[in-house]
C-alpha cells in the first residue's frame, strides 16, 4: 500500500509539472504572474506538499520564481538570460563534441544515427515533449563519449537550470526538423572524427539556437522579428 502512494505522489507530482510548464510555455501563464496552489490542490485532488515539491524542481529549471510570502510566480525570461546560456553552453558542448569525435564508436555512431531517425519522425508528427526528451538521448550519447566527467556534470547541470530555454527553442515553429537536419552535419564530423568541425558545428549551432529563441520571444511581445531568421534552414540543434 505505501508503494502505491508513493507511486501515486510521484505521478501526480509529474502531472502537475506538465501541467505549468505547458501553461508557461503556451503563455497561458504570463511572467510575474503567481501561481496558485490551491488551485491546483483542488484540480488535483491532492494535499499542498506534492505541489510545493513541483514548485522547488520548477523553481531549478527556471519557469518559476518562489518569492517569500507571496508563493510561486512565473520568471520572467531575459535577453541577457538567453545570451549567456547559449555562450557558455556553446563553449562546454563545443569542447565535449570535439572530445567525442575521437571517441565514438561505430556501434555508438549507429545508435546516435538511429535516434535522429526517431527524432525525425516525432519533428514530423510535432511532438515537442517526445522531442525534447529523445533529443537529450542523442546529447547524451556524445557528451558521455567525451569521457570528461566534470566537463559532463557541468554541462548537465546547465542544462537542468535552463531546461525552460531549450524546451522553448525547440517548439519555435520549424525548430524541430532543423535539429534533426544539424544532427545529420554533426554525425558526418563525427564519422570522420574531426573533432574540430564537430565543435565548430556545435558552437554555430548553439549560437544561433540563442538567436531564434530571442526571435521567438520578440514575436511574442508583439515586437518586430527578423522572419528570414526563422525559415531559413540554418544550423540550429
Do not use: C, W
Amino acid at each position: 500500500m505505501k508503494t502505491k502512494q508513493i507511486e501515486r505522489h510521484q505521478t501526480l507530482r509529474e502531472k502537475i509539472l506538465e501541467t505549468i510548464r505547458e501553461a508557461i510555455l503556451k503563455g497561458d501563464l504570463k511572467p510575474g504572474e503567481k501561481v496558485a496552489e490551491p488551485e491546483l490542490a483542488e484540480q488535483f485532488g491532492i494535499s499542498r506538499t506534492p505541489i510545493r515539491e513541483a514548485f522547488r524542481q520548477l523553481e531549478s529549471e527556471g519557469y518559476l520564481t518562489v518569492v517569500p510570502r507571496k508563493g510561486a510566480v512565473v520568471a520572467a525570461l531575459s535577453e541577457r538570460d538567453v545570451q549567456e546560456f547559449y555562450e557558455v553552453k556553446s563553449i562546454l558542448e563545443g569542447y565535449a563534441a570535439e572530445l567525442a569525435a575521437k571517441n565514438l564508436s561505430d556501434k555508438e555512431l549507429a545508435k546516435l544515427e538511429t535516434i535522429n531517425n526517431r527524432l525525425k519522425q516525432l519533428a514530423n508528427d510535432g511532438d515537442v515533449k517526445s522531442f525534447y526528451k529523445t533529443h537529450n538521448e542523442f546529447h547524451e550519447m556524445f557528451l558521455k563519449a567525451a569521457d570528461n566527467s566534470k566537463l559532463y556534470e557541468l554541462i548537465k547541470q546547465l542544462g537542468m537550470k535552463f531546461s525552460r530555454m531549450r524546451m522553448a527553442s525547440l517548439s519555435v515553429d520549424g525548430r524541430m526538423a532543423i535539429s534533426v537536419s544539424e544532427h545529420d552535419k554533426l554525425l558526418d564530423a563525427f564519422r570522420n572524427h574531426d573533432g574540430k568541425t564537430a565543435e565548430a558545428l556545435v558552437k554555430k549551432t548553439a549560437a544561433i539556437g540563442g538567436h531564434v529563441l530571442l526571435e521567438s520571444m520578440a514575436h511574442s511581445q508583439g515586437q518586430p522579428t527578423s522572419q528570414a531568421l526563422l525559415s531559413k534552414n540554418m544550423d540550429v540543434y
